[in-house]
């Protein structure tokens, strides 16, 4: 069991398989990914019994998803729900129509937010979600 799991969160199940496609990549792809990025997500994710996990995706220096505010400040900061996530991870809802109708709220540099998009789907394929 992955020490990014949190029980009663998809988006773990989620987070697990993107940390393991990271994980997977070239020393070629992961300085690609990282150069593309370049900053760190932090997101707070609500479930459905209110209970809130935070994770953060760094594609700033590691390429990897950790669990838990990073020691590094945040490029930006996404709080959304668990099912928001989980669209968003399998392509089911843009981010930017996330944002519009108020089930993603950002902190930070919101343009970098976009970004999260990209990783989400460049890594699907690969995660197999």
Do not use: C
């Not at 900053?39 to 209110?50: C, P, Q, R, W």
């Amino acid at each position: 069991m992955s020490d990014l799991k949190v029980e009663g969160f998809k988006a773990s199940d989620i987070l697990v398989a993107l940390n393991d496609v990271f994980a997977a990549y070239s020393d070629e792809e992961k300085k690609a990914q990282l150069k593309k990025t370049n900053g760190i997500f932090e997101l707070h994710v609500k479930n459905d019994a209110g209970a809130e996990a935070t994770w953060t995706i760094d594609l700033k220096t590691l390429g990897a998803v950790h669990k838990g505010a990073g020691t590094a400040k945040p490029n930006v900061t996404i709080m959304l729900s668990d099912e928001t996530f989980e669209q968003l991870a399998l392509g089911k809802l843009d981010g930017q129509k996330a944002f519009m109708t108020g089930k993603l709220k950002t902190k930070g540099n919101i343009m970098f937010a976009t970004k999260l998009d990209g990783v989400l789907k460049a890594s699907r394929a690969k995660a197999k979600l």
